[in-house]
């Protein structure tokens, strides 16, 4: 009999689900799916047992949805805004205004929300070569320049050669403008090669989160340095959170603070690039 689980999992998920049954989940080398037939499976989105699947259909090793939502005070309040916007690829904040409260203990911020991701996998696979259609968020028309094609893992050291890694396929807009889409990322290249971009889905304005002024920034990963909360908020920089309610529990910086070839192109403010870090830091 197939195994689903490892022990540790198994009782883990076990506990936290809210049915028994694992009627549409399966295992690969990569992790577990939720099928839906022979060869489709869910993409971006939540299970109907409460577990949300990422672009590429795998489950994020989080406890359902449903089952914090339930227990309430045992789990702590659900994050509020898994609920009310759906974002596909990863949740970004960016800091448009930061009041910090009499006592100096938490910073009342406003922020805006992005998303990384612009279509699932299963979307992209569909295109064609010259289809047009508009990026969602943006109101800019594209037209695709060949035939959605498999993305292959090569870069990281415990993937396979040759192992799929989702779609990808080529875009121009009437600017001159080129854009290679894929479920993680769009990127952007402008007409005469002077910049490349990657390009943030904008998905809500005028968000009010509660956030810790002393709590700890996690550093973003392939930097040398990293912003304090302070900075984050005073600075209206951009993070990735953790929420428990409308508090940010865990603040991670992004290299959209750091690095100008990932300067979103809605913003010309919302990177700091590394001459300026060198010398803020």
Do not use: C
Not at 68 to 79: R, V
Request: no cysteine; hydrophobic share 30%.
């Amino acid at each position: 009999m197939r195994k689903f689980l490892s022990a540790a999992a198994a009782l883990a998920m076990t506990l936290s689900m809210s049915t028994p049954a694992f009627a549409g989940w399966e295992q690969d080398n990569m992790g577990w799916r939720y099928m839906t037939g022979k060869d489709t499976y869910l993409t971006s989105q939540y299970t109907s047992d409460g577990y949300w699947v990422d672009v590429n259909g795998y489950w994020d090793g989080k406890g359902s949805a449903q089952t914090a939502q339930q227990t309430g005070s045992q789990a702590g309040e659900a994050d509020t805004l898994s609920s009310q916007y759906q974002v596909m690829g990863n949740r970004i904040f960016k800091v448009t205004n930061a009041v910090l409260d009499g006592e100096g203990k938490n910073y009342t911020a406003t922020v805006d929300l992005y998303d990384t991701a612009f279509m699932t996998n299963d979307q992209i696979k569909q295109i064609k070569k010259g289809d047009s259609f508009v990026l969602p968020g943006l109101n800019i028309t594209v037209t695709a320049q060949n035939k959605a094609g498999v993305a292959y893992k090569s870069s990281s050291p415990s993937a396979k050669q040759g192992e799929k890694n989702g779609y990808r396929v080529r875009l121009a807009d009437s600017a001159g403008n080129t854009y290679i889409l894929s479920a993680s990322r769009l990127r952007k290249t402008s007409e005469d090669s002077s910049v490349n971009e990657t390009v943030l889905r904008p998905v809500a304005t005028g968000i009010t989160l509660v956030v810790p002024a002393w709590r700890d920034t996690n550093r973003v990963n392939g930097t040398s340095s990293y912003s304090s909360t302070k900075s984050i908020m005073e600075k209206k920089k951009m993070f990735k959170g953790v929420l428990r309610g409308n508090e940010v529990v865990q603040i991670t910086d992004t290299t959209y603070n750091y690095d100008t070839t990932t300067t979103p192109v809605y913003s010309e403010d919302a990177a700091h690039g590394h001459l300026d870090n060198r010398k803020e830091y």
